[in-house]
């Protein structure tokens, strides 16, 4: 799966190409499957024994559910806030699922089918291609935005 900084990387992508004002909340959405599934790692450190699974809280179902949860702690439009945050959890699973997974896939469908699906497109280790290539598009997509304003100051 792509690290986190390619995640936040392509959310930046897709906020600047849609003109999202917050788009911290795109990148918030972005990271949000992969927080949800590390929440065992509190039960590991505290020293609780496990009785449920938190890998299922990496689909796109309850990820969706809990961005629901997490809407109105926003001080924005609770519509926007949704669409923002969905917008970059739908990078993050866009983009998990064209990867190489050991265990077959992703649970995409979960909670109405248990299949699991993977385009097996990159391997993991070779996920810094994806890196240089959202980063590229970012910086390009910045370049044309501001018609080199942007970088103009970089170089002088």
Excluded: C
């Excluded at 938190?54 to 309850?62: D, G, R, V």
């Excluded at 866009?94 to 077959?104: G, I, K, N, Q, S």
């Excluded at 990159?122 to 996920?127: A, E, G, K, T, V």
């Excluded at 970012?138 to 935005?145: A, D, E, K, M």
């Amino acid at each position: 799966m792509p690290d986190w900084l390619t995640h936040v990387v392509i959310a930046l992508f897709f906020a600047e190409l849609f003109r999202i004002e917050k788009k911290s909340l795109v990148v918030l959405g972005a990271l949000l499957p992969d927080f949800l599934s590390k929440l065992h790692l509190i039960f590991f450190y505290l020293g609780i024994s496990e009785y449920l699974t938190f890998s299922l809280l990496h689909t796109p179902m309850m990820v969706f559910l809990v961005i629901l949860l997490i809407a109105p702690l926003f001080r924005y439009s609770q519509k926007k806030v949704v669409l923002w945050l969905g917008l970059g959890a739908v990078t993050h699973f866009v983009f998990d699922v064209t990867m190489r997974h050991f265990e077959a896939g992703m649970h995409l469908l979960y909670p109405f089918t248990f299949t699991m699906y993977s385009l097996n497109w990159i391997w993991p280790n070779d996920s810094f291609y994806l890196m240089g290539g959202s980063l590229l598009a970012y910086f390009l997509l910045l370049l044309y935005r501001n018609n080199g304003k942007a970088f103009r100051n970089v170089f002088k």
